[in-house]
């Protein structure tokens, strides 16, 4: 973590260095920065640029230099831009090396070696791979979109137990009658609907699980601790609770939060007639008990 923490403003320099570099040299092909012969101007407009382009890749048939000269162009406003806004920028860290590479090999063949050393050519092929090997790139477009594609999942996992609590409510009250008709009907019981290992990024270990807590007329559960967070929505009839000492009565369609390990000291049905009913969310970890009597 650390290590990652530490490459955030190095990733943004190396991402600022290679993509301005490219866009300015491409800007001074097109004329962008001035005419030729002016001050801080190397080329002026594409005419000039050409004429060197035929002196560096003068091994090749002349022919084929103003094409190569437009694509290398491309690649470098292409590669520049994306890498200068962090837009997959890994593949196009990757694309810079390889195009600045091909351009530090034909300055040696036509110049020598101490061309493209000299203008630093492989140092800016080195830095694009070393980009393109970064953990990742904050202030970037690339890490908007991780964002934005990791709350899309959690959105979508949580409209699925939305939409699944949603089609089993009808099921859970076109059952209170037979449910109040069983025998022994002073027993809590507890239907579990779903349960769920979550695996998102920052979160590990941990598990979510569903249930319908039924408590007949009359009925109260002893004294217990939740070792984890848990979330309760009354779905039916009334639950007084005396919990770490506070008393509270939930009615129908009241929801409520405990912290882990509270003290239930009392969780009672005082109706003689209706079937009281908690939706409840646990989030523990995977195997481990949701409910532990007090000794």
Known sequence: MKSIQNSKL?????????????????????????????????????????????????????????????????????????????????????????????FAIAMAISFGIDSPLGYSVFTLSGASFLLATLPQYEWSIDALLERSAMNRRLLNNSLMAVVAGSLLLPLIFADRTSAQTKPNPQKITEQ?????????????????????????????SPAHQHPCPTFGYVLEGEIESVFDGKHHLYHPGDSFY??????????????????????????NEPAKPNSIQCK
Not at 35 to 49: C, E, I, L, M, S
Request: one cysteine or more; aromatic letters at 10%; charged letters at 15%.
């Open 10 to 102: 190095p990733a943004l320099y190396l991402r600022l260095a290679i993509g301005s570099a490219y866009l300015w040299e491409v800007a001074d092909r097109l004329g962008i920065l001035g005419k030729n012969g002016q001050p801080h101007v190397g080329w002026g407009d594409w005419a000039h640029f050409v004429a060197y382009a035929r002196q560096v890749m003068g091994f090749l048939p002349s022919g084929l230099v103003p094409a190569l000269a437009l694509l290398a162009t491309l690649g470098e406003g292409v590669f520049g831009l994306m890498i200068l806004v962090g837009l997959y920028t890994r593949l196009a860290a990757i694309g810079s090396g390889i195009l600045s590479f091909c």
């Open 192 to 220: 579990t609907l779903l349960k769920q290992l979550l695996n998102e990024k920052g979160i590990s270990n941990r598990e979510v699980q569903m249930e319908v807590v039924n408590f007949p007329p009359g009925s109260s």
């Open 258 to 283: 405990e912290k882990s390990y509270g003290v239930h000291s009392l969780t009672r049905n005082n109706s003689t007639s209706v079937t009281a009913r908690l939706l409840v969310f646990f989030v």
